[in-house]
Nanobody, 120 residues
Framework: VQLQASGGGLVQPGGSLRLSCTSS????????IGWFRQAPGKPRQGVSC????????HYADSVKGRFTISRDNAKNTVYLELDSLEPDDTAVYFC??????????????RGQGTQVTVSS
């Protein structure tokens, strides 16, 4: 099970990014998928996850109201829209198969991450 995140970059505080998570070799529609992030010197943090139907989601309190998870099964992709970005959102973001919300615990290998840097 290989998942790859993309779409990161450098953005000013208050800005937005859209991250994409794509799979190779399996359909994401069959799995709950979550987003995680890890900043240097800090533990990994679960950011958000979504179940297979797309109807149930969970967000960390620190991103609630600013980040939105969605999926497009036809494109085999799960997205994470990041709005109102803050410097504390700076981290490597990666996606992975998870347990369904609200648990969202990591249950698969983490894929290649994408760097998000929020700085003026």
């Amino acid at each position: 099970v290989q998942l790859q995140a993309s779409g990161g970059g450098l953005v000013q505080p208050g800005g937005s990014l859209r991250l994409s998570c794509t799979s190779s070799g399996f359909g994401v529609e069959y799995y709950s998928i979550g987003w995680f992030r890890q900043a240097p010197g800090k533990p990994r943090q679960g950011v958000s996850c979504m179940d297979t139907s797309g109807k149930f989601t969970h967000y960390a309190d620190s991103v609630k109201g600013r980040f939105t998870i969605s999926r497009d099964n036809a494109k085999n992709t799960v997205y994470l829209e990041l709005d109102s970005l803050e410097p504390d959102d700076t981290a490597v973001y990666f996606c992975a198969v998870t347990e369904p919300p609200p648990y969202c615990s990591l249950s698969g290998d983490r894929g290649q991450g994408t760097q998000v840097t929020v700085s003026s």
